[in-house]
């Protein structure tokens, strides 16, 4: 199960953690001094809104070569593209300056944002291990462009992105050019385009038509991958390590930059090598030989105390 009809599991799991939060805010007793104060829960969801905002801006920021030629794209804040240290620190340090006048406040409030966070992390972690298990990389037979028939368990041994799509599927249409960029230009990862339920001249009359330079593109005329993988909306692309274990899913019509970000942390640039990138996480199976050497500290030497002459004494005369 990838998904709660069109909404993404990650999606369902924050609003689950942040309505938690929101109820643990609100039914927390707290003396009552006669005071106007804003609810509890509206301060959490405040919290959530300016970590979110902070967090999407340093993410910008620190990757803005990648939105410079298409600026609107910053909008799609679908696309994952979150520093989530700086979500954690904006949001408590906005709470904490916002409680100040408020101490009946603090406890609910910060109690809230705990128990929500906590929630958050473990269902993540619990969420991650149930994909793993369950969704992994299908044995499904299907036919390339030639006819040949081609089971895509023969992928393993190499990262792999697999994209579910449909020619009739506008929000595939708009990402199917990025995707061919990427396939062009990281020749180190697998990426395949799987056609769900369509024919094969529908295929080549869409990729005829748009001009798409595309490898491996395959045809899965009953959808057996999506119902094998739980997925319900296109398009869909999923990220599989080199064991076929899924590590992110990607649904919707948002930015792949921020989830080809997330799983290839040093691609900040356009031209960035994949290698270079997937090195960085051991989930990948990179061999150790290209793996970037950690720099090494340098000692910084202390200067001696500069030595003063010693200072006269002064003798008062005695009467």
Known sequence: MSSVGPVP????????????AMAVARLWPRRKDGMAVPSAASLVLDMLLIGLLCGRISFVALN???????PWSILQI????????????????????????WRALRAPVLAGALVGVVSWVVGSHLLSAWQEQRMP????????????????????????????????????????P???????????????????????????????????????????DTA?????LGVQAYPSTLFF?????????????????????????CCRLPCASLRRCCCCRSCWHWPPAARPRPRRARRRQRRPPALRPPRPRVTVPQC
């Open 64 to 70: 803005f070569a990648l939105y410079r030629e298409a």
């Open 9 to 20: 599991m990650p999606v369902v799991l924050i609003l689950m953690c942040v309505l938690l």
């Open 241 to 265: 390590d080199a064991e076929g274990r899924l590590r992110e899913l990607h649904l919707g019509c948002g930015s792949l930059r921020g989830h080809l970000i997330t799983e290839f942390p």
């Open 137 to 176: 990389l299908p044995a499904v037979q299907v036919a390339d462009l030639q006819g040949r028939v081609i089971d895509l368990q023969q992928f393993r041994g190499k990262p792999l992105v697999l994209n579910l799509w449909a020619s009739w599927c506008g929000p595939c249409r708009r990402e199917m």
């Open 178 to 220: 990025v995707l061919a960029s990427a396939q062009q230009t990281h020749t180190d990862v697998q990426f395949v385009f799987l056609n769900q339920g369509e024919t094969l001249d529908e295929v080549k009359g869409f990729i005829a038509s748009e001009q798409l330079r595309l490898g491996n593109v395959l045809l899965d």
């Open 224 to 228: 057996s991958a999506s119902t094998v």
């Open 78 to 101: 679908a696309d994952g593209g979150y520093h989530l240290a700086v979500v954690l620190a904006a949001g408590l340090a906005w709470g904490t300056w916002r409680l100040r006048l």
